[in-house]
T-cell receptor
Framework: GAGVSQTPSNKVTEKGKYVELRCDPISGHTALYWYRQSLGQGPEFLIYFQGTGAADDSGLPNDRFFAVRPEGSVSTLKIQRTERGDSAVYLC??????????????????FGPGTRLTVL | AQSVTQLDSHVSVSEGTPVLLRCNYSSSYSPSLFWYVQHPNKGLQLLLKYTSAATLVKGINGFEAEFKKSETSFHLTKPSAHMSDAAEYFCVVSETGRRALTFGSGTRLQVQP
């Protein structure tokens, strides 16, 4: 079946502009995650949705970053007033359900190919 | 707070020889631990996961990892490297009660013919 898809695959923008990055999770997956991967680093958690609500947004770096998932499926990550330091690969992942995160309940997170954002 | 340290940023082995990728973790509670692999221009793929059921975990493509609580380690091994194993490998921790994954900085595995 289809995996997690992300659009666009590449986005080049100018400093100060607004961008939207889209994620289509695997059909039926209720949990959705956003991560950011800077060059030479591992991915860093940004936000986690369970259904339509943001269950954990502790990784968002500042109020320029915002994400929505209005119908519990597709999610959009929005970045206002982009800065050069926002340049990175933005990864989306989904999993079948959220749960408490306890060891025996853990569900694998399936990752998309990412959107490479370049801020000039 | 949880964290992961991957002790080698780059490992090079010859095809057919053993692979060892080292990982140490720090976690306040009983963690879940994972190894993910990232091939160039491809998405992250789960290799294996430890969720307290067994300390020796077997994953895909012949990889395995052993959870050692006394050493706070979760090293990844494979008896015989294949050219297709060349990729970036990430050790990952997740604490009970949180869904967020914390990734290490990655180890690039190079396999020489």
């Amino acid at each position: 079946g289809a995996g997690v898809s992300q659009t666009p695959s590449n986005k080049v923008t100018e400093k100060g502009k607004y961008v939207e990055l889209r994620c289509d999770p695997i059909s039926g997956h209720t949990a959705l995650y956003w991560y950011r991967q800077s060059l030479g680093q591992g991915p860093e958690f940004l936000i986690y949705f369970q259904g339509t609500g943001a269950a954990d947004d502790s990784g968002l770096p500042n109020d320029r970053f915002f994400a929505v998932r209005p119908e519990g499926s597709v999610s959009t990550l929005k970045i206002q007033r982009t800065e050069r330091g926002d340049s990175a690969v933005y990864l989306c992942a989904s999993s079948p359900r959220g749960g408490s995160g306890g060891a025996l309940e853990y569900n694998e997170q399936f990752f998309g190919p990412g959107t490479r954002l370049t801020v000039l | 707070a949880q964290s992961v340290t991957q002790l080698d940023s780059h490992v090079s082995v010859s095809e057919g020889t053993p692979v060892l990728l080292r990982c140490n973790y720090s976690s306040s509670y009983s963690p879940s631990l994972f190894w993910y692999v990232q091939h160039p221009n491809k998405g992250l793929q789960l290799l294996l996961k430890y969720t307290s059921a067994a300390t020796l975990v077997k994953g895909i493509n012949g990889f395995e990892a052993e959870f050692k609580k006394s050493e706070t380690s979760f090293h990844l091994t494979k008896p015989s490297a294949h050219m297709s194993d060349a990729a970036e490998y990430f050790c990952v921790v997740s604490e009970t009660g949180r869904r967020a994954l914390t990734f290490g900085s990655g180890t690039r595995l190079q396999v020489q013919p």
